[in-house]
């Protein structure tokens, strides 16, 4: 047999072919029922379905034509086998016999043929779903087959005749046998129901055990997959956790670079600011020895404990007598304090006059700080401070310039953030000057409210501090305090001293009676009695000891004079008189020079100075000088007070000397350094002006920090000569020593050394200011023996006339009057019949032809003269504003956009477009000028803020005023806090800002700012335009305020400030505005009289934009009195019409033009003249004279109306 095949449809035709083998072999032995299997048959089912149909009904219709149930239930079988025709094709196979065979049968056999036949159907549906089980295909071809047996035997019975079909059915076993063949196919059929169940149930099985060993398939995938997934996140996790600590520490190791560059760069700057304010070690040294045991009795002492205990603390003021220990006691206090951060300041002026300055006990302050680790590791704070001096250093050589006031709040300002710390200032009494004690008290007193400050002072019982120190703690150090310590001091000493033979009970005894709370007695007194060679000798001494600081040292001195013969006294006298007046510890070096200079020789003779000048200066001044680091100090400052005793009459004049007589010597002394030859030759002059004048082509720097070692005491006379000649002795010998300095070229290297910034001639400034205040205090026959003129003009004029011609050197010349071009331009001082404009255009000219014209020197010298052109009485603005723009251009191709010079060019363009009232175009300028000169010079440099105050003049000029305002008070506020009020440009500032606030209505911050700005240029300069112009303000001030006798007299100090000599403007601004304080009191008879005046007097001079402010008062008063048509006439000759050069007149034709005109002027006047120019081209008129509303220069020059 075959294997049954696979598929549904192939399977049900295999099943028929085995029923119909296995009907044909084991169901019949009548070859005449058996079926045929041909091929051919086999390959046309529906032919074979329609003959055997076709067949049926011929049997059919042979039947009788009553229809009886027989015939009904055989169509009902036929209808059935109809819809199965497709599945028992095979059975018919063209084979017309078998028809025959199957259509007969009987009633009963045709009633179960339906039963029988339905059965194939469901047979079908059972292969077609179960074609793999082999045992539904076998039974379902066994009941198949006894279908087949069934319907053939019944096909035979109705084939058979009627009586055949009666003998069958009555005298044979037919109907049995079919029966029996009905009961073969039901139980078949059950068999074939139970095998397609079980079929069904395999199927089931084999699906669920497919199923099962899926979901085991892909439960073991899915394991793996999460395995994988789990191994994947592991890997991810370990990846992401990998990249994440490798970006934490990238970037930490960015923030540690980051941190570590920061921290660098923060160290350079600290290193710069460290280098300074870096003072003598004796300023601040906490490290004084004491001896073991004493000073502790302080720690118990009640009040000691009360204050330790409070808070908030107030000031501790510890006051003893001279030599009571009390710089002892400050060492003591300092490494005994408990605080984190300890700060301690000596203000000892017998070994450093400038320790005894408040600006010194601030940057003492700020030093130890920078210093101290448990400060410095902070390093917000650390930031903080170094942020907040760094400006100063970019102004002031040395942090002695700088006001105290400032450098005091940037410590308070860190103060507040600090750590508790302990601040100590000791011998407060030596502050210099001794005006200024109130004010560092005052400050000492407000961080000492702080919770984490102690402040502690200590000095003698000096009665101006008691006045300032009254809400103070005290505590004395009196001789009963101290008695024990000197005692134990004594004791202690005796026994390092093996040489003093005495009993230590006898000289402690004589101490106690004797000393008067005084180590310093003991410890001179000890010294004393050791130089004695015996025992006696010492029992001498001691005895004869006198009791006081200054009997001691009269006595001691007058001992030691004994043995030095008149030239060694006069010797040791000097280095007294130069350590009294010394505002700096002077090195042996520097006074054996200064002792040098007291020959006839116009040159420092090495044969003059001292050998082995240390052993010498303490062989003459033993034991009351000592020797510390190199430099030479008193042992005591009561040492200097006993020097300069008053009453001297009582003394040997040998020993003591006035302040002003030691003042005297040093500023001798200092004068004859400073006019040693080698400092005016052309061989120091030619590099230090190269280098000072920011030359890029010379590879020569020169400055203090450079002289050479033989200029020893150069840089201490420069720096402090005329401080000593304000406090000296006048006498003719110094004038004329004065009157040689001022002459000479060694003028110009004291300048040239003094000054910092070689563009900032303030500080010169301030001396000149200074010297002409003293010179105004000598006498008649001293003023005739130099005069205070020669300052500046005279030696730079010398040196230029001598040196124009130089061939090795054509340009230092030139070089010399640049500088006096600058102050000049300062000052606004002649000198030598020459301006600064023509001072500067020489120098423009001579660099042109020593240098180039594309030199950057000889460009920046253009720009110099063009800054003259802007501001000079006879300017020229349009000149000055196109060569500037030519020369920026310039300066852009030579030296680039990196170097400030074609910026600070660009910053006079917009004061050129400034002055014509260009606003907006000069805003532009100005700014640029502003981000580049930060840009290269730095936010804090002398011309950044000069262009910051152009720019608010701008602005103000728009009627800004608050932004002018703000900007103002910015550039006043920063440079006056470092370079002091009376700085040229702090007073510039002051009176701006004060100007602005007066257009804002601030009266009373205008009137303090005005005040202050001119009380500080009448004190500095010469009459110039900036004094007239703060007088005018004050002026316009009162009368605001309805004080009209106030501002006459400001008026009257503009007149008597040569305002004649500042051009016709300024002089129409003063009496206009006298005019108008006659109509402020109804008085139009004088105002019309003096306004009159003004204009017939205009006609002589250009039209000026206070001219026309006069016009359109006076047109408002001849209307008053009805003379309309000569008020008209005053506007007729400004404008002309356009395309035209007539001018307007007053015929009727052209009035309606001059009303335009009036009404230009007024615009102008109320909204600016941008606003009046629109008005003006409107109409079709032009000006006769453009520049009759520019703007003069002034400092600022005030608008009167």
């Keep these: 047999m075959d294997p049954p095949a696979k598929d549904g449809i192939g399977r049900i035709v295999k099943c028929w072919e085995l029923a119909v083998k ?32 076709e067949a049926a009904q011929q049997i059919i219709c ?162 793996k997959q999460m395995a994988y997934r789990h191994e994947s996140l592991t890997l991810m996790q370990s990846t992401v956790c990998l990249q994440r600590e490798t970006i934490v520490m990238a970037t930490k190791f960015r923030n540690s670079v980051n941190l570590q560059w920061k921290i660098d760069k923060l160290e350079k700057k600290k290193e710069r600011i460290v280098a300074w304010l870096r003072q003598p070690l004796s300023h601040n040294a906490s490290s004084t020895p004491w001896e073991p045991g004493t000073a502790e009795w302080i720690l118990q002492h009640r009040m000691f404990r009360e204050w330790d205990e409070s808070h908030p603390r107030r000031l501790l003021w510890i006051h003893g007598i001279p030599g009571s220990g009390k710089s002892v006691m400050a060492s003591f206090l300092t490494q005994r304090s408990p605080s984190p951060i300890r700060i301690v300041h000596l203000m000892r002026a017998s070994t450093e006059e400038k320790s005894t300055k408040p600006v010194a006990v601030a940057a003492s302050v700020l030093l130890q700080l920078l210093c101290d680790p448990s400060f410095t590791s902070n390093l917000n704070l650390l930031s903080t401070l170094v942020d907040q001096i760094l400006p100063f250093l970019d102004h002031f050589p040395t942090y002695e310039e700088c006001p105290f006031d400032q450098l005091w709040a940037i410590f308070e300002a860190v103060s507040q953030n600090m750590p508790s710390f302990t601040l100590i200032v000791d011998a407060l009494d030596e502050c210099r000057p001794p005006d200024k004690v109130g004010n560092l008290i005052t400050k000492l007193q407000h961080v000492s409210s702080l919770g984490n400050a102690k402040v502690i002072v200590l000095s003698r019982p000096h009665h101006t501090l008691e006045g300032y120190l009254n809400g103070s703690v005290q505590i004395e150090m009196d001789e009963i305090s101290v008695a024990d310590d000197i005692a134990l001091y004594i004791r202690h000493e005796l026994s390092r001293t093996p040489r003093i033979r005495l009993s230590s009970e006898l000289v402690v005894h ?157 500023a001798t002394q200092c004068l004859r350094r400073l006019l040693h030859h080698e400092g005016g030759s052309i061989m ?33 006379a420069a720096h402090n000569w005329y401080h000593h000649l304000e406090k000296s002795a006048i006498s003719d010998n110094l004038l004329h020593l004065v009157s040689a300095f001022l002459k000479s070229p060694e003028f110009l290297a004291w300048v040239e050394t003094f000054v910092s910034d070689d563009n900032d001639m303030g500080p010169v400034v301030k001396i000149h200011a200074a010297m002409h205040e003293w010179y105004l205090k000598l006498g008649d026959a001293h003023r005739t023996i130099f005069s205070i003129s020669d300052f500046m003009g005279k030696p730079y004029n010398h040196f230029f006339e001598r040196y124009r011609d130089c061939e090795t050197a054509p340009e230092v010349a030139y070089l010399a009057m640049r500088r006096l071009g600058q102050y000049l331009n300062l000052t606004g001082r002649v000198s030598g019949n020459r301006t600064a404009r023509q001072v500067r255009k020489l120098v423009a000219d001579g660099l042109h032809s020593t240098l180039g014209s594309r030199d950057p020197l000889t460009l920046r010298s253009i720009t110099d003269w063009c800054v003259e052109l802007l501001a000079d009485i006879d300017r020229d603005v349009s000149t000055g504003e196109s060569t500037l723009l030519n020369t920026f251009e ?312």
């Design 62 to 223: 042979a039947c009788p034509k009553e229809r009886g149930d027989f015939r009904k239930g055989l169509e009902t079988s036929l209808m059935v086998f109809n819809q199965y025709a497709g599945t028992i094709d095979i059975l018919i196979q063209h084979q017309p016999h078998i028809a025959n065979k199957e259509i007969a049968t009987s009633t009963i056999i045709t009633q179960e043929a339906g039963r029988v036949i339905s059965e194939i159907g469901r047979c079908d549906r059972y292969l077609r779903l179960f074609p793999a089980s082999d045992r539904l295909f076998t039974a379902t071809s066994e009941l198949f087959a006894q279908i087949i047996n069934y319907l053939v035997r019944a096909t035979a019975f109705y084939s058979s005749p009627l009586p055949k079909r009666y003998i069958k059915v009555g005298l044979s076993a037919a109907a049995t046998k079919m029966e029996d063949i009905l009961k073969q196919i039901e139980c078949l059929s059950l068999r074939v129901e139970r095998e397609a169940q079980l079929a069904g149930e395999e199927r089931h099985q084999i699906a669920r055990d497919t199923l099962s060993v899926q979901v085991s398939s892909l439960t073991e995938e899915s394991q």
């Design 684 to 716: 120091t002059l030619g590099p230090l002006l190269r280098s000072r004048s920011g030359n890029r082509t010379s590879d020569v720097e020169m400055g203090l920090k450079d002289i050479p070692s033989q200029w020893t005491f150069y840089a201490y």
């Design 510 to 666: 004589k101490a106690r009676h004797r000393a008067q709370g005084m180590f310093l007695w003991a410890q001179l007194m000890l010294q004393y009695i050791q130089q004695a060679s015996t025992p006696h000798m010492q029992l001498d001494r001691l005895e004869s000891f006198p009791i006081g600081l200054s009997p001691m040292y009269e006595r001691s001195l007058n001992e030691a004079g004994r043995k030095l013969d008149q030239e060694q006294l006069m010797r040791r006298r000097s280095i007294f008189m130069l350590l009294t007046a010394a505002t700096t510890p002077l090195s042996v070096d520097e006074i054996s020079t200064a002792l040098a200079l007291e020959s006839s020789n116009p040159c420092l003779d090495p044969n003059d100075l001292l050998i082995n000048p240390a052993e010498q200066i303490m062989d003459l001044c033993w034991p009351f000088t000592r020797i510390s680091a190199g430099n030479v100090h008193f042992v005591h400052y009561s040492m200097q007070e006993f020097l300069l005793l008053e009453n001297i009459q009582a003394h040997e004049t040998s020993i003591h000397f006035t302040a002003s007589e030691s003042n005297g010597y040093m």
């Design 22 to 53: 296995t009907f044909n072999t084991k169901l019949t032995s009548d070859p005449g029922k058996i079926i045929g299997g041909s091929s051919i048959s086999l390959g046309y089912p529906s032919s074979s379905y329609l003959s055997v149909v």
């Design 890 to 1201: 310039l300066q852009r191709e030579v030296v680039g956009l990196e170097a400030s010079d074609s910026y600070y060019t660009q910053q006079n363009i917009g004061l050129a477009m400034y002055y014509q009232a260009k606003f907006e175009n000069a805003v532009y300028h100005i700014e640029q000028s502003c981000e580049g000169l930060s840009r290269t010079l730095g936010p804090n440099h002398l011309h950044y803020y000069i262009s910051q105050m152009y720019l608010a003049r701008a602005l103000e000029g728009m009627y800004a005023f608050e932004d002018a305002g703000r900007i103002f008070e910015d550039v006043w506020t920063n440079w006056s806090k470092i370079h002091g009020l009376e700085h040229p440009l702090s007073t510039m500032a002051q009176c701006s800002l004060g100007v602005v606030h007066r257009k804002l209505g601030k009266y009373r911050s205008a009137e303090k700012h005005l005040t202050d700005s001119l009380v500080e240029r009448l004190r500095t300069f010469d009459p110039c335009e900036s004094i007239i112009d703060g007088s005018i303000h004050l002026a316009l001030l009162c009368r605001d305020t309805n004080r009209i006798e106030e501002a006459h007299v400001y008026l009257d100090l503009a007149e008597n400030s040569c305002l004649g000599d500042f051009g016709f403007e300024r002089y129409c601004q003063v009496q206009h505005l006298r005019a108008l304080l006659h109509l402020d009191r109804q008085n139009r008879e004088d105002a019309n009289k003096i306004l009159q005046a003004l204009i017939k007097r205009s006609r002589k001079y250009p039209p000026n934009r206070s001219v026309m402010w006069v016009r359109l008062t006076l047109a408002d008063i001849l209307r008053y009195e009805r003379q309309y048509a000569k008020a008209l006439s005053l506007f007729s000759d400004i404008f002309k019409l356009g395309g035209c050069e007539r001018k307007m007149s007053r015929h009727s034709e052209n009035r309606g033009h001059v009303r335009t005109a009036e009404q230009i002027i007024r615009t102008a006047k109320k909204s600016g003249l941008q606003v009046a120019e629109e008005l003006m081209r409107s109409k079709r008129l032009q000006w006769n004279s453009p520049e009759c509303l520019w703007i003069i220069f002034g400092g600022p020059a005030a608008d009167v109306f």
